[in-house]
């Protein structure tokens, strides 16, 4: 109703009591008075709208009836529990859900002291809350347990407003399931980081940029950082530099989902500045809308298994390198008894023909050069035995300079006139214990070398010196060499040098840098194989275009006193005996039957085993000594010897061949100890020997 409806209603009022005492004659007012029917007409439109009024009364009141309704219907129905508390903390009014919630009828909420429904050890987070909503006048949102009617608790987040009325409204949402899901997420949690913490191996979370973002204590211990250490740093700061490129392109190839995984073997450094080897396995994982998120990295450290890999490889190679060497070693021995045989005749001859003629005679001096180029066949020889490791060495104690004096000639003569040699020698060198042969193999190979090195002219100086090598320098030059008293060989050129991949390969059997047909890429290994029989150890230092230094080192010798033996030129020693001679090379049985002969033995020769046995028995109680070859188409040297023992317990044997005799131990079942010539021998040495022999049975049976 509104203002003016309002003003007329009370106006129209007043009129109508006026009505009654206005006629002066004090009667009623007829019906005919035109002002009592204004009146009663405005009356009754007045009436009129009052019922209008009262109709819209009427629907408000309906319509807020169904409001009302509605409201109690969405409180009591709602999926959150509410709560009102006077200011005594007491339930003044409480929906339906949070009565259903706690188990309970609503009645019986209402009135009851909240503290009815708080776990007893949670309350005090209620009643702290409350007092900062009050005391802040702000909406405090927490979690805490409540109470059911059965005595079950459930884990409830409350939301508390304070009124100015002094009221609180409080919801309540039931959380539990939420608080379930933690829980187990917490444990899920809990195992990977157990798992992630005590893997066998490393795992880590890496960025997209490679920074790590979680690594495990593995993989810290495998690479030597602690974790904070290790966080600070990206993968680009350990990973070895050569493998950063197909690293970083693998990475690009997971992003780009052009490869599932990615697993590989890499080098990385350790915080100590080590190498180590890792099994790196790269996956990529996504976030929910498929785009890249971080990489897992599990990360095993193959080190040993690198270290074991690299022994075997090593193991392998050497394998070969000695079927190599043995390869070589029976061609050496195969070529050393046919060419020591052949040599045999050269010096035979030569040295017979040496003692038939006069010394002025003008044939001496052919007969010279003869005999040196059969000693340089022999040496060759030696050498290809040396190298095969075949040939038993003989160590003498001798001075390096002089050795290395006596070769100079030699050696100028092979490395030519373009290249100036230079020679210096120590003062008061020590003296060592090596053959004095394999030093002038190893002085011509190194010579040799240094020649090849050198384009156009060129200088190659030899020297040596007295070196005391401390137990630092030893390790840092030979894992075997002990530290010590040594006598240093240099040999320096200025020639083209070599790199290091060159350097590593130069000591391995045919190994060369020279055109094909230029080299048998032999020399160095008969280098290092006589200087490894002789005790000592070489090192090599060179840079490309620098030239190389060859190093060999000698132990000095304690004990100089066979430097200071003085050879004697004394003759030869002679008998009259009756030797059994068996060789199945004519040209041989004729030098050596000749050889002992001039040394005044009776010589019964056989070129076979059945010849030897028939002459054997005929000549049984004449023979004093019997010379064999061991290597025999028909039967060898050994053979024989048996079977003619067995007729003459006592006779004495040599044995003779082309092969070494340590080969000869393998192969004819030569036994240690037993007498032996290698062919090719001089008559002062054949003669000697068979004197030895015969005066040790003298010795052992006098007659």
């Not at 109690?72 to 919630?101: Q, S, W």
């Not at 100036?420 to 070398?449: E, F, G």
């Not at 290597?631 to 004495?652: F, R, W």
Request: hydrophobic letters at 40%; one cysteine or more.
């Amino acid at each position: 109703m509104n203002q003016r409806s309002t003003q007329t209603d009370a106006e129209l009022r007043q009129r109508a009591e006026r009505l009654p005492d206005a006629s002066p004659e004090g009667k009623r007012l007829t019906s005919s008075s035109s002002e009592t029917k204004q009146l009663l007409h405005e009356l009754l439109v007045h009436q009129i709208e009052l019922d209008m009024q009262n109709e819209e009364l009427r629907s408000a009141q309906q319509q807020l009836e169904v409001s009302k309704a509605r409201y109690f219907d969405l409180y009591d129905l709602a999926p959150v529990g509410y709560l009102t508390l006077d200011e005594r903390h007491l339930i003044k009014e409480c929906n339906l859900f949070v009565a259903n919630m706690m188990g309970v009828n609503r009645n019986k909420l209402i009135k009851a002291p909240i503290s009815k429904i708080l776990l007893k050890e949670d309350q005090i987070i209620f009643y702290d809350n409350l007092k900062a909503t009050l005391e802040m006048d702000i909406t405090r949102h927490f979690e805490m347990r409540l109470v059911r009617a059965d005595g079950e608790f459930f884990w409830g987040l409350l939301h508390v407003v304070a009124m100015k009325c002094g009221e609180y409204w409080v919801t309540v949402t039931d959380i539990s399931r939420n608080k379930q899901v933690e829980a187990e997420l917490q444990e899920s949690d809990n195992k990977f980081r157990s798992v992630f913490e005590q893997a066998a191996m490393g795992v880590a979370r890496m960025g997209l940029d490679g920074a790590w973002l979680e690594v495990n204590q593995k993989l810290c211990a495998i690479v030597g950082y602690s974790q904070h250490a290790l966080l600070s740093k990206g993968f680009q700061d350990l990973i070895h530099p050569e493998e950063l490129p197909r690293e970083q392109a693998a990475i690009c190839q997971l992003i780009n989902n052009e490869i599932s995984t990615y697993a590989k073997e890499k080098r990385y450094y350790t915080g100590a500045g080590s190498i180590v080897w890792l099994k790196v396995t790269m996956n990529l994982v996504r976030d929910i809308n498929n785009d890249p998120d971080y990489f897992i990295a599990i990360i095993e450290d193959i080190t040993s298994q690198k270290t074991e890999e690299a022994k075997q490889l090593s193991l392998t190679e050497q394998l070969h390198q000695a079927q190599k060497t043995e390869a070589i070693g029976k061609l050496a021995g195969g070529i050393s008894h046919d060419f020591n045989n052949m040599l045999g005749v050269i010096l035979g001859q030569a040295e017979w023909l040496t003692n038939k003629l006069e010394p002025a005679s003008p044939l001496m001096d052919h007969i010279q050069s003869i005999t040196k180029a059969a000693e340089h066949s022999a040496k060759l020889t030696r050498q290809l035995l040396t190298f095969a490791r075949k040939q038993t060495i003989e160590p003498k104690v001798l001075d390096l300079n002089k050795s290395v004096s006596a070769m100079m000639d030699m050696l100028k003569q092979l490395i030519g006139e373009s290249i100036q040699v230079s020679w210096d020698p120590a003062q008061d060198l020590w003296p060592v214990k090596v053959d004095p042969t394999q030093i002038d193999q190893v002085l011509a190979n190194l010579c040799i070398n240094a020649r090849d090195a050198i384009s156009g002219n060129g200088h190659i100086s030899i020297s040596t010196r007295n070196c005391r090598l401390d137990e630092h320098f030893a390790t840092n030059h030979s894992d075997e060499m002990p530290p010590g008293d040594y006598v240093k060989l240099s040999v320096s050129d200025d020639g083209c040098g070599m790199n290091n991949p060159t350097k590593a390969q130069i000591f391995e059997p045919f190994y060369t840098t020279k055109a094909p047909g230029s080299g048998t890429g032999l020399g160095l290994s008969f280098t290092l194989g006589a200087v490894q029989m002789n005790a000592g150890f070489i090192n090599v230092f060179s840079e490309p275009e620098q030239g190389t230094t060859f190093h060999i080192y000698f132990k000095k010798v304690k004990s100089p006193e066979e430097m200071k033996q003085k050879i004697t030129d004394a003759p030869y020693k002679k008998g009259t005996e009756t030797i059994l001679l068996v060789e199945d090379e004519e040209m041989l049985l004729e030098i050596e039957t000749a050889m002992l002969e001039n040394s005044g033995y009776t010589v019964l020769a056989a070129s076979s085993g059945d010849h030897a046995e028939a002459l054997f028995r005929e000549h049984l109680f004449e023979i004093n000594l019997l010379m064999t070859d061991v290597i025999m188409p028909e039967i060898n040297g050994m053979d024989l010897a048996v079977q003619l023992q067995a007729l003459t317990p006592n006779l004495q044997v040599i044995f003779m061949s082309g092969y070494p005799q340590d080969i000869l131990g393998n192969q004819a079942n030569l036994e240690e100890g037993a007498s032996f010539l290698q062919k090719p021998f001089s008559m002062e040495a054949l003669a000697n020997k068979v004197r030895e022999v015969l005066d040790a049975d003298e010795d052992k049976h006098p007659s």
